[in-house]
């Protein structure tokens, strides 16, 4: 299916532990990494844009994308939102001689690493605690109420998955974690 078979870094964890300013950092220092920009059915958040944050499509057309096997992983990640990584875009990153970083629920992460096995990094970025991240997501206040509550009677559950991870990072303090991050992503590509 894949011409090339590359590396690929996986950020996962509940929402609002942080895996978009990790993976944002690394994209920052690391020019050789390139972020799978995932597609999904929710709307675009005011600051966001196509085919940056996300390639925002419509159910329908996302469901023809399902039929057609085009997605490497998809899931409902919550209520009625659809979210997937296409094969194209994984292409897409090789072709350019890039690194994949994904940022994906704990399921999607999961996936990806069975398909890429020794390929593949996957790492769990948890709060130090449901209530800090609780009050990580109330600060960040991107989601209305009912889609807080959603976010957050989620991330109970998603963190029993660290397990099923190579690593797992805690982010506490973001100066140490976002050193922690840099140093197991450069260790695991000079590998
Ligand atoms: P995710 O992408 O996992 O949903 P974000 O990266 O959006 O999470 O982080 C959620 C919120 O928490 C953001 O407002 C972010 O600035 C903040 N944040 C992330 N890491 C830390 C940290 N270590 N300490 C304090 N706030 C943090
Ligand atoms: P948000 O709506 O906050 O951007 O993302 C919600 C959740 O969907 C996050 O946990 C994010 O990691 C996850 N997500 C984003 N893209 C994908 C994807 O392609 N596949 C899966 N399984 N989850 C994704």
Redo the contacts with the bound molecule.
Sequence with gaps: MYSILNKVIIFS?P????????VNHLLSVMPELGFSVSATTRKPRPHEQNGREYYFLDENDFKKKVENNEFLESEEVYTGILYGTLNSEVQRLWDLGKTVIF?VDVAGGVRIKQKFGDNALSIF?RPPSIEILME??K??STEVEHQMQMRIDKAQYELNFENQYDIVLI????EE?LAKAEEIVKNFINS
Excluded: E, I, P
């Excluded at 609002?16 to 300013?21: F, I, L, Q, V």
């Excluded at 982010?171 to 973001?174: A, E, G, I, P, Y």
């Design positions: 964890a929402s609002g532990s942080g895996k978009t300013t990790v940022d970025l990580r997501l600060k960040r982010n506490d303090k973001l974690t």
